[in-house]
């Protein structure tokens, strides 16, 4: 069975801090996907990755970056948090052998919830 | 462009009652579609997706979903509800001539009320 397991379940911090959320996946994956989730707009695609060192901007990348250094792994960084990026953080990774974009199911983990104070 | 539209927040349903959970998108071409669960505190868990082929889709726990490329649908079903059925459902869509990802609706509340 498909892992996907993030660092940390609940997290506080505090306004301008660097915030760093891991995320790690035990299948080979290639795609890894950073999302937030906010009630009553779903989930929100931040940024993705197809390979080792690649990123690709999501629908919402403004203030956050990623980093990719080993395929099992995808980190999102809040370079200065702001209160406005309180929300809930899921990571999913799917396979995609075929290319950038698969059609497999994407897994995900169980969710970090982030509090900006 | 691509979006999918969840039009109900919140569903209600009776125990061992039929149980439909309604998403439209709107894609270029032919859609790839999915529906997810969300249980509380959980990530989303992979229910079911078409791909091509039957328009009638079976799942995981009993769901199904009918594709309707008339009506751009992609309606959630299950003939007899659980209670245990109750969760947030996602569906998303992507378009195959995108390098888009999937694009998610804003969710539904699904109690099955014993």
């Known amino acids: 069975d498909v892992k996907v397991t993030q660092s940390s379940r609940y997290l506080v911090k505090r306004t301008g801090e660097k915030v760093f959320l891991e995320c790690v996946q035990d299948?080979?994956?290639?795609?890894m996907f950073w999302y937030r989730q906010d009630p009553g707009l779903g989930l929100r695609l931040i940024y993705f990755?197809?390979?080792?060192?690649?990123?690709e901007k999501g629908d919402i990348p403004e203030g956050y970056s990623v980093s990719r250094e080993k395929k099992e792994r995808f980190s999102l960084i809040l370079e200065s948090a702001s209160t406005n990026q309180t929300s809930m953080y899921l990571c999913?990774?799917?396979?995609?052998?075929?290319?950038?974009?698969?059609?497999?199911?994407?897994?995900f983990g169980d969710g970090t919830r982030l509090s900006i104070l | 462009a691509q979006s999918v539209a969840q039009p109900e927040d919140q569903v209600n349903v009776a125990e061992g009652n039929p149980l439909t959970v309604k998403c439209t998108y709107s894609?270029?071409?032919?859609?790839?579609l999915f529906w997810y669960v969300q249980y509380p505190n959980r990530g989303l868990q992979f229910l079911l997706k078409?791909?091509?082929?039957?328009?009638l889709v079976k799942g995981s726990y009993g769901f199904e979903a009918e594709f309707n490329k008339s009506q751009t649908s992609f309606h959630l079903k299950k003939p007899s509800a659980l209670v245990s059925d109750s969760a947030l459902y996602f569906c998303?869509?992507?378009?195959?001539?995108?390098?888009?990802?999937?694009?998610f609706g804003s969710g539904t509340q699904l109690t099955v009320l014993p």
């Open positions: 078409y791909i091509t082929g039957d328009n």
């Open positions: 998303a869509v992507r378009s195959p001539g995108s390098a888009r990802q999937l694009t």
């Open positions: 990755s197809y390979d080792v060192k690649m990123k």
């Open positions: 299948m080979d994956h290639e795609n």
């Open positions: 894609v270029s071409g032919n859609p790839y």
């Open positions: 999913a990774s799917n396979l995609s052998r075929t290319g950038r974009v698969g059609n497999q199911p994407q897994h």
